[in-house]
């Protein structure tokens, strides 16, 4: 069955400390990789997207993600996390075919204490 | 640019009343169109999604269901909701292969 794993559901890091969030996922085909970002009482956003190309991809507010096809991974990086970071974090793949269904984890929430 | 609205941002209901949540677009035309529900401590589930006006693919059997009356709006109801509908209720919007999302109604079911 097709699914996308994050298999950290919290992560709790001290203010300028490195982050990386897992995500895997298990579709056979060609796909787009996107990390969305919720944080506390805002709309659900988009932090980074991976079509194609260079599998080393950044984002906004110093995220980056990178694809690793052989391992179906796209995990998310910062070097140096911020209180401003607290939020729950949804990794997602699409296929490329079909009507662009989003298949997404069940999210990582991140504490960041300052 | 382009916006999406869904009200009620916040609903309390009985169980087995029934239910519709609205969700419109605007500043785009022909948008594929998708109802996701985040039950708390899990993800984001599709539940419906739409390419055009009358068009509804279902994802998630259940006491649900959707239609599109227009191209710009996308109606999530129900007939009688039960205590496990309670949740997160996302509508977003498509362009190519990146979507964007509103800013989800609340539910709960007493």
């Known amino acids: 069955a097709q699914s996308v794993s994050q298999h950290n559901h919290h992560v709790i890091l001290s203010e300028a400390a490195s982050l990386e969030l897992g995500c895997n996922y298990s579709y056979g085909g060609t796909v787009n990789l996107f990390w969305y970002v919720q944080y506390p009482g805002q709309h659900l956003q988009l932090l980074l997207k991976?079509?194609?190309?260079?599998?080393l991809v950044k984002g906004i507010k110093g995220f980056e993600a990178e694809f690793i096809k052989s391992k179906f991974s796209f995990n998310l990086r910062k070097p140096s996390v911020q209180w401003s970071d607290t939020a729950e974090y949804f990794c997602a793949v699409t296929l490329q075919t079909g009507a662009n269904n989003l298949f997404f984890g069940t999210g990582t929430r991140l504490t960041v204490i300052p | 640019s382009q916006t999406i609205h869904q009200w009620p941002a916040t609903l309390v209901q009985p169980v087995g009343s029934p239910l519709s949540l609205e969700c419109t677009v605007e500043?785009?035309?022909?948008?594929?169109l998708y109802w996701y529900r985040q039950a708390a401590g899990r993800g984001l589930q599709l539940l419906f999604y739409s390419v055009g006006i009358g068009q509804i693919s279902s994802e998630v059997p259940q006491n649900l269901s959707a239609s599109r009356p227009q191209d710009r709006q996308f109606i999530l109801s129900s007939k009688k909701l039960l205590l496990s509908d309670s949740g997160f209720y996302l509508c977003?919007?498509?362009?190519?292969?990146?979507?964007?999302f509103g800013p989800g109604t609340r539910l709960t079911v007493l």
């Open positions: 500043g785009t035309s022909n948008p594929n």
């Open positions: 991976y079509f194609s190309g260079d599998p």
């Open positions: 977003a919007w498509s362009v190519l292969y990146e979507q964007f």
